[in-house]
């Protein structure tokens, strides 16, 4: 590790010492080198890290001794190389925990404002959804690097699902913050997406804005199929995502978020927009009913079609739920593995699934007249050339209709090219739609009512953040009045028992809450921007805050 010309020659073989591997060389370098390895270890952390000390780094170091150095000496030195690399380890984790309690106390203690940046399906394509989504497992990852890669970004959670992907951020300067969230996309789409195909599709939204979208998201009136149900679940879990131990959602995201779940769910109370209401995956069964004799010249309904869907997952169980409610009575099922072929058999008694693994793919598609991909692979599993030669030995009547429900897509999108195939992906559900959300109109007009309701109950808690620093140094202030008071009578109060001096302590702290709960809560009511100001001031002045 360190060169010393002059003993060059006289080092000899390596020699193994607990973790580490032991060269010798003469005395005359013995004390520079323990030296420069004490003064080393104290600035570089990676100079000597062994394997049970971090698994990730290297445990090999190279210390030189002098040869007539015994074994005992020799492992004492390496006891107290790894004792000092614990501390250095000790004491750079202490730090960056301290710094990362003191960013959340700062971001705590000022007035954030809340950015909603993404995209969904009212502005882009599945084909640009698709290069930025992220599986929910990864939502708390995502949300970490978008908080410690960049200054600007106090609070982030992430929402990625078929029809939107969205990140929930709060910072200081909005600005600064939708421009660190371009940034983290544009990395994220790892050159698919240009700068300007990105901003052509992103939407991004501040303040008030940014509260109304979210709140409309969870209720349903921002769906593709109004009033559909999985979105508020979604949310949900992006709420739980970003609460968790790991999960970067802080207090002002976290509160917006538990906001919009509970107007989520008042509004599947108290409208009936979530009557009747379909998802997704019922859409793609009305569509099929739909398209049926046109694509694969089947005159009597969908319960005379043949049936697969790809993939076991819950997107698959939705789908059995409404095809069986439609008529039909038989489907082929291929997944990757058979472990949910019980589950699902005890849920559909009535139904008849026949399970296939995914080597038998290209055979069930042959066979079938509607094909249901639904599965989560991050790459297309149905391409254009397989398809060609598995439909050119087709021998049923008319094409195969394949609409794609997941998203990233499983279904190439030159497969619509491919004779005898008629390809749907998520995006041309528009027909169920627009039929969904001419019913619901006066359920949207109700919902909105509500959700009006909680952005006011929202913006006046987020107005009260502005007062905390105050109301902080107002009780700092407060204190330390009080301990300065007790100080100048403690030999008075001597005499008193432990009992008795708690007594004392315990009134006095509470005459002083008392006399601040009126100046608290006259910070904390103000419901407008300018008048959270102005009682700031005026609080400051009256207790001459700003002085030391």
């Not at 007035?111 to 708390?140: D, F, M, Q, T, Y």
């Not at 300007?196 to 008030?208: A, C, I, P």
């Not at 909680?454 to 107002?474: M, V």
Request: with cysteine; hydrophobic share 40%; aromatic share 6%.
């Amino acid at each position: 590790m360190y060169s010393f010309s002059d003993y060059q020659t006289s080092i000899l073989t390596p020699t193994t010492v607990g973790d580490s591997q032991v060269k010798f060389c003469p005395f005359k370098a013995v004390n520079s080198l323990i030296t420069l390895t004490t003064l080393r270890l104290l600035s570089y952390k990676s100079l000597f890290v062994p394997k049970r000390v971090s698994a990730s780094a290297s445990a090999r170091v190279t210390v030189s001794l002098m040869r007539k150095s015994s074994p005992v000496s020799l492992q004492r030195l390496h006891s107290q190389l790894v004792d000092s690399n614990v501390e250095v380890d000790a004491e750079a984790a202490q730090k960056e925990k301290k710094a990362l309690k003191d960013k959340k106390r700062k971001a705590a203690a000022e007035a954030l404002e809340v950015v909603v940046i993404g995209l969904s399906h009212h502005n882009a394509k599945v084909e640009v959804r698709e290069k930025l989504a992220i599986p929910e497992e990864k939502w708390s990852e995502a949300s970490n690097q978008l908080c410690e890669q960049y200054d600007s970004i106090a609070e982030a959670a992430v929402l990625s699902t078929c029809n939107r992907f969205e990140l929930y951020l709060s910072g200081q300067n909005q600005y600064e913050c939708m421009r660190a969230a371009m940034d983290f996309l544009y990395e994220r789409a790892g050159g698919t997406l240009d700068q300007v195909t990105l901003r052509r599709n992103l939407f991004m939204l501040t303040g008030e804005d940014a509260i109304w979208h979210l709140l409309k998201v969870s209720a349903g009136l921002d769906s593709l199929i109004v009033g559909e149900g999985q979105i508020l679940a979604q949310v949900k879990r992006c709420y739980e995502r970003g609460t968790a131990k790991d999960g970067r959602a802080g207090k002002v995201v976290s509160r917006l978020l538990n906001t919009a779940v509970t107007a989520g769910k008042r509004v599947r109370a108290e409208t009936g927009i979530a009557k009747g209401a379909v998802s997704i995956s019922s859409a793609a069964a009305e569509f099929t009913q739909m398209t049926l004799q046109r694509d694969c010249n089947i005159v009597t309904g969908i319960q005379d079609a043949r049936v697969a869907i790809i993939g076991a997952g819950k997107m698959a169980r939705l789908l059995l739920v409404h095809l069986h409610t439609q008529g039909l009575n038989k489907v082929v099922i291929v997944n990757r593995s058979k472990d949910k072929m019980a589950e699902l058999q005890a849920e559909f008694p009535d139904m008849t699934i026949e399970f296939q693994l995914m080597d038998q793919l290209w055979e069930v598609i042959r066979e079938s007249d509607v094909v249901y991909p639904s599965t989560s692979a991050t790459t297309t599993i149905i391409d254009p050339e397989p398809l060609r030669a598995c439909l050119a030995s087709r021998s049923g009547p008319g094409g195969v209709q394949f609409v794609d429900i997941s998203v990233p897509r499983n279904v190439h999108p030159d497969c619509g090219t491919v004779s005898g195939a008629f390809c749907y992906n998520v995006d041309d559900l528009k027909l169920v739609v627009e039929r969904n959300t001419a019913k619901r109109r006066k359920e949207m007009i109700e919902a909105e009512h509500i959700l009006r309701e909680e952005l006011g109950k929202f913006r006046l808690w987020q107005q009260s953040l502005g007062a905390i620093p105050t109301i902080a140094r107002l009780q700092e202030k407060a204190e330390s009045l009080r301990l300065e008071e007790m100080n100048k009578v403690s030999k008075k109060l001597s005499s008193l028992s432990e009992k008795d001096l708690e007594v004392v302590e315990k009134v006095t702290k509470g005459i002083v809450a008392k006399l601040l709960h009126g100046p608290m809560n006259h910070l904390r009511q103000q419901t407008e921007g300018d008048a959270t100001r102005a009682a700031i001031k005026q609080v400051q002045q009256a207790f001459q805050l700003d002085q030391k």
